[in-house]
Structures are given as structure tokens and as C-alpha cells.
């Protein structure tokens, strides 16, 4: 049973497209977040809802679009990709106050081409 | 704002030698925090969490607030502790968790 998961786990995409990444958690979590981590590892919170609202939005591109049907799933549409968002995109679930800590997906490498 | 600070970027010892991944925090109110784990090409896995107080795999790291400090030790280092390590601290009205930049442990044989 896996308790946040990602999909796709690789995706390789062209300049100029839009793709979208899925996440799913099955832990109850009301809470759930996109982190980006670059190519020299650095974390970084991109969005955060809890029960379906948004509630952390960093200084992201507005190409990136978080959208959440429910409060087990988060998704991350990105149109008009470019080079410099090749990362790894982490999906992670908490419960509110995130004092348990957060469970993290297994990551989505993107690369531009 | 709340940040946190790993100032080693690389951390190299010898199988059986004792470990210190140093983490500094910067936040004004009451923190939690975390250390997290991630294995080569594998996902964050939570390691400690200051309030819990416990042991994980022979890690252990004492909040100390005057000093602003959370640092993880080990006694012993295995092989198998090669990783990235992060440090977290999370806080503020939307208990965003910050990372530290990681530290990169390599345990060598």
C-alpha cells in the first residue's frame, strides 16, 4: 500500500508543452504540498492546500497551476514547460499541523528538452 | 521568517567513526523540527522529529534553543548511512516546513 503516490515517476517532454503530474495520498492527510528539488538538491515548497484550499503559494511561475479535486489527491499542471524546470517534483501529505512530519511521494524527474 | 542552515555541504568519515550533521535555525516563535533522510534516487523519509525524542537507526539529535541548534550524531557510522541528509523546521501559522539544504554523508569502507 503505498500512501503518496506520483505519477508518472519519469516524464522527458519537449519546450513548450504542458504536462501535468498526479498525487494521491491514502493516509487521511488533509494536508498535502508539491516541493521542487533541483539538480544541486535544494528543497523547495512550491504549493500547499489543506482541505482543498490553498493555503502556501510561493513565488512560482503562474505556468504552474496546483489543483486539488479532494483532499486526498493534488495535482501540478505546468504549460509552457522550459529547460530550467528539469527537477525532481515531490509530492508530500501532513496532517495540519505537520507536527508527525510530512510522508513524501517518490518523486517525478522531469527533463526539458 | 524561518530558515534553516546545514553549513556542510559534504561529510565524509570512516566506517565505525562518529557522525555530527550540523543544523542551525533561524525562527521566532516556538519550532518543530525534523531531520529527514533520502537514499540514493529514493524519496525523503522521515528520520527524527525533535519532539519525540527518539532513536532511528542509532541517530539521535537534541534541540538545543540557546545555541539554535537541532544536530544529528551517530556513535557509530555504517556504510549504509550514506545519504542526504535534510534538515527541517517547521512553523508559522501554515506550519510551512523549511529545509536546510542537505548535507551529502559518505560512509567509506
Known amino acids: 500500500d503505498t500512501a503518496v503516490s506520483q505519477t508518472p515517476k519519469y516524464l522527458v517532454t519537449q519546450m513548450g508543452n504542458d504536462k501535468s503530474i498526479k498525487c494521491e495520498q491514502n493516509?487521511?492527510?488533509?494536508?498535502m504540498y508539491w516541493y521542487k528539488q533541483d539538480s544541486k538538491k535544494f528543497l523547495k515548497i512550491m504549493f500547499s492546500?489543506?482541505?482543498?484550499?490553498?493555503?502556501i503559494n510561493e513565488t512560482v511561475p503562474n505556468r504552474f497551476s496546483p489543483k486539488s479535486p479532494d483532499k486526498a489527491h493534488l495535482n501540478l499542471h505546468i504549460n509552457s514547460l522550459e529547460l530550467g524546470d528539469s527537477a525532481v517534483y515531490f509530492c508530500?501529505?501532513?496532517?495540519?499541523?505537520?507536527?508527525?512530519?510530512?510522508?513524501f511521494g517518490s518523486g517525478t524527474r522531469l527533463t526539458v528538452v | 521568517a524561518q530558515r534553516v542552515t546545514q553549513p556542510e555541504k559534504l561529510l565524509s568519515v570512516f566506517k565505525g567513526a562518529p557522525v555530527e550533521l550540523k543544523c542551525n535555525y533561524s525562527?521566532?516563535?516556538?519550532?518543530?523540527l525534523f531531520w529527514y533522510v533520502q537514499y540514493s534516487r529514493q524519496r525523503l523519509q522521515l528520520l527524527l522529529r525533535h519532539i519525540s525524542r527518539e532513536s532511528i537507526k542509532g541517530f539521535t539529535a537534541d534541540l538545543n534553543k540557546g545555541e539554535t541548534s537541532f544536530h544529528l550524531k551517530k556513535p557509530f557510522a555504517q556504510e549504509e548511512d550514506s545519504a542526504m541528509y535534510y534538515c527541517a523546521l517547521s512553523g508559522g501559522s501554515n506550519y510551512k516546513l523549511t529545509f536546510g539544504k542537505g548535507t551529502l554523508l559518505t560512509v567509506n569502507p
Open positions: 525562527y521566532s516563535g516556538s519550532p518543530e
Open positions: 508530500a501529505s501532513s496532517h495540519r499541523t505537520g507536527e508527525h512530519g510530512y510522508t
Open positions: 492546500y489543506n482541505n482543498k484550499e490553498l493555503i
Open positions: 493516509l487521511g492527510h488533509d494536508t
